[in-house]
């Protein structure tokens, strides 16, 4: 797959009134917000599109947009506008064909079109991993309908996992152990997932030691070569399907880190492009097998606010604007646990914050989000530690001290 057109440089103009290169992020939540500052403090010019307004990313942007990102005729209309040196889908929800259409017309898409839409369709995206990547992952089957899905889940057998086909962070996903369950598996991966769709993946509960998330970044090196840099392993928690806390360095023995470093380069150049990709894998006594990868920065990838001197959303702006980076750099121990909502209430106020940070080593990530709503994401509590025990405490202890004084106004009557 030919990589995009991202140059090599080594100067930038000024933003707005001069030539600063210009980013559209499609996409303006939390990891838009971080993407938009280190775009913003390279000189870059950011203009914030999302279908909802105030979303945190639109907050600290030169300009935004408020756009049904699903749209093709919208999406077209903003990038024909702003006229972006580079387009940055940032979240799933995107019209990935005009994506392709727009950079067949000669638009810069990061890391490139065709693999934002492949990453967001959990077929197409194994069959890349199995045929083009040949890197190991656990057995699965499509299903189009309830009779199919009941059919894959008695051949993968139980326990199994049914997944959207269109997701992330969980959504949509559920662990079947019975038959019985089948049908509720079904209409929840089929209707809750990012967009709804009869497909759904039947996927074999692997029984894994450990996930983590290898970000993986294709850059310029110093001079202009290309290069790929793996960084130190993350780990994370689900209590449920949806990330929770995440912490790095984790530690492996050196044949399954090379494995985790081999699996990461394959499916990663396979995709092509400049960026900051999160690979998720699992770990099964020595044995690694590929999950999914988002091209962009991931959610468990929140710690490298506290574990790197630049941090994911640092590596993701410095390649797509071609700048060189030469690493991997130094891992400090540290943790990441997210601070969510228990229910539905416009303007939340986060409260607790004198208690959250009374330790030293604790920084507060306050997202700003205009809406709160069950196990939404307001905002992270990011520790460094001498270990990664005492960093992971830290963490939880700052992020619930939040959690237990968030203030949600009355939501206001509807109008009759």
């Not at 839409?117 to 309830?146: G, Y």
């Not at 202009?224 to 994370?236: F, K, N, Q, S």
């Not at 992971?392 to 237990?404: G, I, L, N, Q, S």
Request: hydrophobic share 40%; glycine share 6%; proline share 9%.
């Amino acid at each position: 797959m030919p990589d995009p057109n991202v140059a090599y440089r080594d100067r930038i103009g000024s933003p707005v009134v001069g030539t600063a290169p210009r980013l559209l992020l499609l996409g303006s939540g939390e990891l838009g917000r971080e993407i938009a500052l280190e775009a913003m403090r390279l000189g870059a010019e950011v203009i914030a599109v999302d279908r909802y307004p105030n979303a945190p990313a639109m907050q600290v942007a030169h300009r935004h947009h408020v756009i049904p990102m699903t749209d093709p005729a919208e999406l077209r209309a903003v990038v024909e506008r702003e006229a972006p040196e580079l387009i940055v889908p940032e979240i799933e929800q995107v019209a990935t064909e005009e994506l392709l259409r727009l950079e067949s017309d000669g638009w810069t898409v990061i890391p490139n079109a065709e693999a934002t839409r492949l990453t967001m369709d959990r077929e197409r995206l194994r069959r890349r991993a199995v045929d083009l990547a040949r890197v190991p992952t656990s057995r699965f089957q499509v299903a189009a309908s309830l009779d199919e899905a009941r059919a894959a889940a008695r051949a993968i057998g139980f326990p199994c996992l049914f997944k959207s086909m269109m997701s992330s962070s969980g959504h949509g996903m559920t662990r079947v152990d019975r038959p019985e369950q089948v049908d509720r598996a079904y209409i929840e991966a089929s209707e809750h997932g990012r967009v709804p769709d009869p497909r759904v993946m039947v996927e074999e509960f692997l029984r894994f030691d450990r996930e983590v998330t290898m970000l993986t970044l294709r850059h310029y090196a110093p001079g202009g070569r290309r290069e790929t840099t793996v960084l130190a392993p993350i780990a994370h928690a689900r209590p449920g399907t949806l990330y929770h806390e995440s912490w790095q360095p984790e530690r492996f023995p050196a044949p399954v880190e090379a494995e985790l470093d081999r699996v990461a380069r394959r499916i990663t150049d396979s995709l092509g492009g400049f960026g900051l990709f999160g690979v998720e894998c699992f770990v099964a006594g020595d044995r690694v097998y590929f999950s999914e990868v988002s091209p962009r920065p991931h959610d468990t990838g929140l710690v490298t606010l506290g574990s790197q001197w630049n941090s994911e959303f640092a590596l993701h702006a410095r390649a797509i604007l071609g700048l060189p980076y030469r690493g991997p750099e130094p891992t400090t121990p540290a943790a990441a646990h997210v601070i969510l909502a228990d229910r539905s209430a416009p303007a939340p106020e986060l409260g607790g914050l004198s208690e959250a940070l009374t330790e030293p080593g604790v920084r507060l990530y306050l997202f700003g989000k205009p809406e709160a709503y069950p196990d939404r994401r307001l905002g992270v509590a990011v520790a460094r530690g001498a270990t990664l025990p005492e960093a992971r405490r830290k963490a939880a202890a700052a992020a619930h001290a939040v959690e237990a004084k968030i203030a949600y106004p009355p939501v206001p009557p509807r109008p009759r």
